[in-house]
């Protein structure tokens, strides 16, 4: 199992809001970065440093956290946010780094 | 802009060694940590281990310990990654990808390479 847990899959409808969580040790001394993965293309970051987003990443991504959990919060989703979604962190010991299982969003 | 640009699909049979490699431009290649990450089919992203920026160090995730070795040639700007003892499970999708920080408790990668399919059958 995971070291980070995410929950399988969640699905929103078209320009609702949607929280995909990570829960896991690490995360009450390290923060967690998301990505998004679509089908056959390399994982693109989304949220960095809990609430960054990089540039060309629209402002209805956002980040926050709460004891050892970390959210993703996409508010209005839109049909090209349906991917999976990673989260990663330091490990809580040792010099290595874990990803969460992902979360399959479906924009209905 | 920024890049990372990997080396193309390899098939291999089982027992057999790859060595692959990403070219960075864009940046200064020595300012950053370098990861690989691999993806079997259908399965989420695994961490396999990083390098430090000038190549004297790299630390392995605990299941790749003893079969593989990262280094990068700073003057090439090049990442490589060989894995020996391949099995079957070893099919996936490698990419590597830039270390980013703030401080000791934020880490990101980006960008990541676009990604180098090894597929290994006899």
């Known amino acids: 199992s995971s070291e980070l847990t995410q929950d399988p899959a969640v699905s929103v409808a078209l320009g609702q809001t949607v929280r995909i969580t990570c829960q896991g040790d690490s995360l009450r001394k390290y923060y967690a970065t998301w990505f998004q993965q679509k089908p056959g293309q390399a994982p693109v970051l989304v949220i960095y440093?809990?609430?960054n987003r990089p540039s060309g990443i629209p402002d209805r991504f956002s980040g926050s956290n709460s004891g050892n959990t970390f959210s993703l919060t996409i508010t209005g989703a839109q049909a090209e946010d349906e991917a999976d979604y990673y989260c990663?962190?330091?490990?809580?010991?040792?010099?290595?780094?874990?990803f969460g299982g992902g979360t399959k969003l479906t924009v209905l | 802009q920024v890049q990372l640009v990997q080396s193309g699909a390899e098939v291999k049979k089982p027992g057999a060694s790859v060595k692959l490699s990403c070219k960075a431009s864009g940046y200064t290649f020595t300012d950053n940590y370098m990861h690989w990450v691999r993806q079997a089919p259908g399965q989420g992203l695994e961490w396999m281990g990083v390098i430090n920026p000038t190549g004297t160090s790299a630390n392995y995730a605990q299941k790749f310990q003893g079969r593989i070795t990262m280094t990068r040639d700073t003057s090439t700007s090049t990442l490589y990654m060989e894995m020996s003892s391949l099995r079957s499970e070893d099919t996936a999708v490698y990419y590597c990808?830039?270390?980013?920080?703030?401080?000791?408790?934020?880490?990101?990668?980006?960008?990541w390479g676009q990604g180098t399919l090894v597929t290994v059958s006899s």
């Open positions: 440093a809990k609430n």
């Open positions: 990663y962190s330091r490990a809580s010991s040792g010099n290595r780094w874990v």
């Open positions: 990808t830039r270390d980013k920080s703030i401080g000791n408790y934020a880490w990101w990668f980006d960008p």
